[in-house]
Nanobody, 128 residues
């Protein structure tokens, strides 16, 4: 069993920055896909960025150039550096993981349905 724990959310003004962390606990594997998703009230969960164990990444157009996904394998932790935040970035941010030997299609899809493990979420609020 795998547990994902997010941290780093908070309130920030427009143009500010935050860094989210997602630490994985339990029976993790060396080959994986991980991602960050956002859900605003009344909206579907949106894929923001994905990364696999080889370091391949993908970003949604809405965050490309502003957000950076990264990982520290020694710490079993994934990060999302968020810069130039906008009010429309407000929402609950979730990290997700799936353990597969080949993740390229999952990384490209940015689809929530591809992931089986989810964190509890951390709230990000951006004020104008």
């Amino acid at each position: 069993q795998v547990q994902l724990v997010e941290s780093g959310g908070g309130s920030v003004q427009s143009g500010g920055s935050l860094r989210l962390s997602c630490e994985a606990y339990g029976n993790t594997y060396s080959s994986y896909c991980m991602g960050w998703f956002r859900q605003a009230p009344g909206k579907e969960r949106e894929g923001l960025a994905t990364i696999d164990s080889d370091g391949s990444t993908n970003y949604a157009d809405s965050v490309k150039g502003r957000f950076t996904i990264s990982q520290d394998k020694d710490k079993n932790t994934m990060y999302l550096q968020m810069n130039s935040l906008k009010p429309e970035d407000t929402g609950m941010y979730y990290c997700a993981a799936e353990y597969l030997s080949y993740c390229m299609s999952i990384v490209q899809n940015l689809g929530a349905a591809d992931f089986g493990y989810w964190g509890q979420g951390t709230q990000v609020t951006v004020s104008s």
